[in-house]
């Protein structure tokens, strides 16, 4: 980029020191890995420091180029704005790319205490504690269903849950309660654990797996 095009979207940013989009166009034409963006943006959140357009900008473009200073900057707006539960989980999966799984599941609980109507945001936060401890995670598993019964996600939790279970009757509980809870027909989750399910009524009760099969339709596979 030329050093006119870059001079008119600074003037363009001067003048509209709101706009994500001038920030985003000049922040383009400067490069990312341009030493000068960082001294020009720290000067602009000294200025103005009320200014969440600022931070937030340039802590977005190093979100999405998975860059370290990220974090720097999407703290800053999140101080600005902590209602903002977009900005919590860039915050929280920069943290994972750090390896900073502690933090990670910090912002996750931020985002979806701000969103809570957000299944994505709470599928991830529940997602934090699967490595961690099993029993809890189980247990926030339920209630995530609860939660969100009709979210795809919800499918997703269940059909997982009875893909890790290793005993056999767990994990008929758990894919049953998959099939009714969420329709194979509906939910592509539940016409993937509809195979598990089939594979352990076989090993426990061939009857209920030839009804299963017989219920699943014409599939070539299925037949």
């Not at 000068?36 to 600022?54: M, V």
Request: charged content about 25%.
């Amino acid at each position: 980029v030329s050093a006119i095009e870059i001079e008119k979207a600074l003037s363009v940013v001067n003048q509209n020191m709101d706009s994500i989009n001038a920030h985003q166009d000049y922040i383009y034409k400067m490069g990312l890995n341009n030493p000068l963006l960082l001294s020009q943006y720290r000067g602009w959140i000294s200025k103005y420091p009320q200014k969440l357009s600022i931070p937030l900008s340039l802590g977005t473009a190093y979100y999405k180029a998975e860059m370290s200073q990220a974090k720097e900057f999407l703290l800053r707006a999140a101080k600005l704005a902590p209602n903002n539960a977009q900005i919590w989980y860039m915050l929280s999966a920069d943290a994972f790319n750090r390896g900073e799984s502690t933090l990670q599941s910090k912002y996750l609980l931020k985002a979806t205490s701000v969103e809570p109507s957000n299944a994505a945001y709470a599928y991830y936060y529940l997602t934090t504690f699967k490595d961690v401890d099993q029993d809890v995670y189980r247990k926030k598993a339920i209630e995530f269903i609860n939660r969100f019964p009709t979210d795809s996600q919800g499918a997703q939790v269940l059909y997982w849950l009875g893909e890790d279970a290793t005993d056999l009757n767990e994990k008929i509980d758990y894919f049953e309660k998959l099939r009714k809870s969420y329709p194979p027909k509906e939910y592509k989750w539940t016409t993937y654990g509809m195979t598990s399910l089939a594979d352990a009524y076989l090993q426990t009760d061939p009857e209920k797996a030839l009804i299963l099969i017989n219920t699943m339709g014409d599939n070539k596979d299925w037949q």
